[in-house]
T-cell receptor, first 116, second 109 residues
Framework: EAGVAQSPRYKIIEKRQSVAFWCNPISGHATLYWYQQILGQGPKLLIQFQNNGVVDDSQLPKDRFSAERLKGVDSTLKIQPAKLEDSAVYLC??????????????FGNGTRLTVT | AQRVTQPEKLLSVFKGAPVELKCNYS??????LFWYVQYSRQRLQLLLRHISRESIKGFTADLNKGETSFHLKKPFAQEEDSAMYYCALKGSGNTPLVFGKGTRLSVIA
């Protein structure tokens, strides 16, 4: 099966600019996640979707971050305006069965964002 | 609150030596524990999960609820085991998967 696709792979922007990341999950996977991984740390969940509904966005900085999954398939994550501390790898993951032990997360390659 | 602690940032071992990557967790309920691995230039992927009680690539991990640990072990390390390893915990219901900071394993020939 094709894996989780993310684009772009790399992005360099100046602070206060805007940026958007795109994710296409594995076909048929209802659950989609966006994680932020800062250098030297483990991935931290930003937002979780079940189909096109938000399940958990408690750690999403909503003053500058937004995400959508309008048709329950692709998703975009936007940062506006970016800050220096947003420099990180943004990982998209999907799973077939929300919360089920036999539904591991499948990760994309990530987008490495550098804010200067 | 869920928390995962991996005390070692870097672990270096010689090829053929035993490996133990430590993971401790904090969670009041019954957790589901996982190990994820990221090889160089590859995406993060599931290595094993405690409920399966499986051995993957020679690695095993036992959930010790008394010590709240889920250490990853392999009796004889191979060079291809060099990678970044993340311990992760999922609580009950729709709680998210929480990752530790990771341990980089370097196997020296």
């Amino acid at each position: 099966e094709a894996g989780v696709a993310q684009s772009p792979r790399y992005k360099i922007i100046e602070k206060r600019q805007s940026v958007a990341f795109w994710c296409n999950p594995i076909s048929g996977h209802a659950t989609l996640y966006w994680y932020q991984q800062i250098l030297g740390q483990g991935p931290k969940l930003l937002i979780q979707f079940q189909n096109n509904g938000v399940v958990d966005d408690s750690q999403l900085p909503k003053d500058r971050f937004s995400a959508e999954r309008l048709k329950g398939v692709d998703s975009t994550l936007k940062i506006q305006p970016a800050k220096l501390e947003d420099s990180a790898v943004y990982l998209c993951a999907s799973s077939s069965n929300w919360g089920h032990i036999n539904s591991p997360l499948h990760f994309g390659n990530g987008t490495r964002l550098t804010v200067t | 609150a869920q928390r995962v602690t991996q005390p070692e940032k870097l672990l270096s071992v010689f090829k053929g030596a035993p490996v133990e990557l430590k993971c401790n967790y904090s969670y009041s309920g019954s957790p589901e524990l996982f190990w994820y691995v990221q090889y160089s230039r590859q995406r993060l992927q599931l290595l094993l999960r405690h409920i399966s009680r499986e051995s993957i690539k020679g690695f095993t991990a036992d959930l010790n609820k008394g010590e709240t640990s889920f250490h990853l072990k392999k009796p004889f390390a191979q060079e291809e085991d060099s990678a970044m390893y993340y311990c992760a915990l999922k609580g009950s219901g729709n709680t998210p998967l929480v990752f530790g900071k990771g341990t980089r394993l370097s196997v020296i020939a």
